[in-house]
């Protein structure tokens, strides 16, 4: 079988759990189809919450074969990506205590390198860890040491026994992504020893809830992490947060760095206990209430538009969610993307074909809805440039219609 439900929680293996809402069945968010025909299967997408530690996190496991063997999003195709890269970078060096030209880097799910370039100008012995084999072979031919593998404790303890602690290992967008966070955080503190330091990100379950973010509900991600969950996920592996940072690439990510225990007294951050008070206030039934409230404002006011032609801008896995939970796909003659590899491809689960933002020039819509809404700026510098004059719909954090 190639999914699981599970049986007890991801983080603190309590087997208590509250249903918060279901998608129905749903593709894989990054199946592209290579032709029109449908087909693909099709696993439950449910969300819940433990009952013991309050972690969000789907019903079920996918094999990650099938979701990370291949992989189509390459980090380097987002302007804000890169810019995050270099601010990344700028931040490590503030926190690392030698310099980043004598540092050894680690990155877990290094994707194409983007986070690890600066590094390797500055001259740092670096080492990415990526699943996907297509991107591990991209980044060895930019002479970025890549393990195409997937990241454990026993992969670490490897890594440890033959390149020593290192000095920074960065985890972006990843331990969500993992069945078992507990393990994946074990490999860092392996990693990190006494006297390194970790970076890690995640899509804050603050934001999803705040901002109505159902679309980045889907089956790479795994969980859903809170500064609580994440601090007491830290704490059982031997770690201590000693700073939170607040992105608003990908919607509202979460970044933290951490330390051995036996090199902070941090356990108790100030700030988790303003997260805490604010965080049990959120009540996810009531968010459920308000996601399938969302979906029919969409539908109505796009199922009106039964004489305009639109197309959607981004073919990123959240707008997968968002096209298969929503009835308005009829209405779209396709999907624009900038990332190549998705060129020519269908997206998963509907006969829209993903094309070329230049394509924008002969299709001539009416009106472009926003998919990719957390790269806001990033879309309208791009159409202004092609000289795209139409309606432009963002759906979140709640729906704006406006023209350029």
Excluded at 70 to 95: H, N, P
Excluded at 201 to 230: P, R, T
Excluded at 371 to 379: I, R, V
């Amino acid at each position: 079988m190639s999914f699981q439900e599970i049986a007890e929680c991801r983080s603190c293996k309590h087997n208590s759990f509250k249903v918060i809402i279901s998608f129905g069945d749903q593709p894989l968010a990054n199946s592209l189809r290579s032709d029109k025909l449908l087909g693909e299967a099709k696993y439950p997408l449910t969300l819940i919450e433990c009952l013991s530690c309050t972690l969000v996190q789907l019903s079920i496991d996918v094999d990650a074969r099938k979701m990370f063997d291949t992989y189509d999003w390459v980090t380097g195709t987002s302007r804000m990506a890169k810019d995050s890269a270099l601010s990344l970078f700028e931040a490590i060096k503030q926190m690392t205590p030698i310099a980043i030209s004598d540092a050894k880097i680690c990155e877990i799910a290094s994707n194409d390198g983007t986070f690890l370039s600066p590094f390797k100008r500055d001259g740092s012995k670096i080492l990415g860890i990526e699943p996907a084999t297509n991107l591990a072979d991209y980044s060895n031919s930019l002479d970025i040491p890549t393990i195409n593998k997937y990241f454990t404790s026993n992969l670490a303890s490897e890594i440890f026994e033959k390149h020593g602690v290192q000095d920074v290992v960065i985890a972006r967008n990843v331990l969500a992504h993992v069945p078992n966070p507990d393990d994946f955080m074990k490999g860092i503190a392996t990693l990190i020893g006494l006297t390194g330091i970790g970076y890690i990100e995640v899509h804050n379950a603050a934001s999803i809830f705040e901002g109505l973010q159902y679309d980045s509900i889907y089956h790479e991600h795994a969980s859903y992490f809170s500064k609580i969950s994440l601090n007491n996920l830290c704490i059982q592996n031997g770690l201590g947060v000693i700073k939170f940072v607040e992105s608003q690439i990908g919607g509202g990510n979460l970044g933290f760095f951490v330390k051995s225990n036996e090199n902070t007294t941090l356990k108790d951050f100030p700030i988790l206990k303003l997260e805490n008070e604010s965080y049990e206030k959120f009540d996810w039934t009531i968010w459920a209430k308000r996601v399938q409230d969302h979906r029919d404002e969409i539908n109505s006011y796009l199922m009106q538009k039964i004489d305009r032609t639109g197309v959607a801008f981004g073919a990123s896995a959240r707008g997968s969610t968002l096209l298969n939970y929503c009835s308005f796909q009829e209405k779209l003659m396709g999907i624009l993307d900038n990332n190549e590899l998705k060129h020519g491809k269908f997206s998963p689960g509907l006969p829209l074909k993903i094309s070329e933002v230049e394509k924008i020039k002969s299709l001539q819509p009416e009106y472009v809805f926003a998919l990719a809404w957390n790269f806001e700026k990033e879309m309208l510098d791009q159409l202004r440039t092609l000289n795209y004059r139409g309606e432009i719909i963002i759906p979140f954090p709640k729906i704006r219609i406006f023209e350029i």
